[in-house]
């Protein structure tokens, strides 16, 4: 009997140490989209102020 609750023991902790492993990356994979994001936001104002003044050039 104190094999089974060894081993139920173990895996539950297992478990736990998975779930929290799994928690990390996605706040790591969270924070790594935002500043993705936050990046192509910028490039995207740099492109439509670009656009503006060659707009601004023709005329």
């Known amino acids: 009997m104190a ?3 060894h081993t139920l023991f173990g895996r539950s902790q297992r ?3 998975t ?3 799994a928690t990390q ?3 790591q994979t969270s924070a790594e ?3 993705v994001e936050t990046r192509a ?3 995207i104002a740099e ?3 670009a ?3 060659k707009k601004g050039e023709k005329q």
Do not use: Y
Request: proline share 0%; aromatic share 8%; no cysteine.
């Open 3 to 5: 094999d089974f609750w």
């Open 15 to 17: 478990s736990q140490q």
């Open 19 to 21: 779930a929290e492993i």
């Open 25 to 27: 990356m996605k706040s």
């Open 33 to 35: 989209v935002r500043k």
């Open 41 to 43: 936001e910028a490039l």
């Open 47 to 49: 492109l439509e102020r």
């Open 51 to 53: 656009r503006q003044k």
